[in-house]
């Protein structure tokens, strides 16, 4: 299962492609459940009036949310996960429809009002981290979160379905190891986007796992 997930690489933008990239230090809660990572964060600051606007003009906008733990000494990743949010404004019915996807299965709402729609999207609650092999959990950490506000890459996209869809499918055809070790970098090349904007928070840093 953690093996797919850094195959949702993100291309390099196209010259000349306009982006907005904001980052933030940011209290974030870590918590461990049988073994695994689990992260909280409230993002509000992600719906800008840019976003705001385009939801109620009735465009669909996504978000892709890539948070991973990595060691405070030297940013080694140890634990990976995503989330992807769709959402939408039905004119007609005059409600928001709300996709929130994750490894934890997929939720769908509606709601009525913007402050709902922020509410229920600008957040990840519990968000499950995947150990990579042979990762060190026995250290100092922080958390990195990256939002990527409708990323452009239909190569993307298709495999961020494909890995919500069936992690353990497609994960029989690669090594962890090699996975890991292929993609990597699109966790660290922070020049690499392609979407409309980026959002990149960074936590206080964590004591050693249980």
Do not use: H
């Not at 800008?48 to 003009?57: K, M, P």
Request: aromatic content about 8%; hydrophobic content about 40%.
């Amino acid at each position: 299962m953690a093996g797919l997930l850094v195959a949702l690489l993100w291309p390099a933008l196209a010259s000349g492609q306009p982006r907005e990239v904001r980052r933030f230090d940011r209290t974030m809660e870590l918590r461990w459940t049988a073994g695994r990572a689990r992260v909280q964060l409230v993002f509000p600051e992600v719906f800008t009036e840019r976003l705001r606007g385009r939801l109620s003009s009735g465009f669909t906008s996504r978000l892709l949310v890539t948070a991973q733990l990595v060691s405070r000494k030297d940013r080694t990743p140890l634990a990976r996960g995503l989330q992807q949010v769709t959402i939408r404004y039905d004119i007609w019915d005059e409600r928001y429809a709300l996709r929130i996807e994750s490894l934890a299965g997929r939720r769908n709402l509606k709601v009525k009002s913007m402050d709902e729609v922020v509410q229920a999207c600008a957040r990840i609650d519990g968000l499950a981290l995947d150990t990579l092999p042979e990762a060190k959990l026995r250290q100092r950490s922080r958390v990195e979160v990256r939002i990527e506000v409708n990323p452009t890459s239909p190569e993307q996209r298709q495999k961020v379905r494909q890995y919500l869809a069936n992690p353990d499918g497609a994960r029989a055809q690669d090594s962890p190891r090699s996975f890991f070790g292929s993609f990597s970098k699109i966790f660290v090349n922070e020049k690499d986007f392609q979407a409309d904007a980026v959002f990149i928070y960074r936590s206080q840093d964590f004591e050693p796992a249980p």
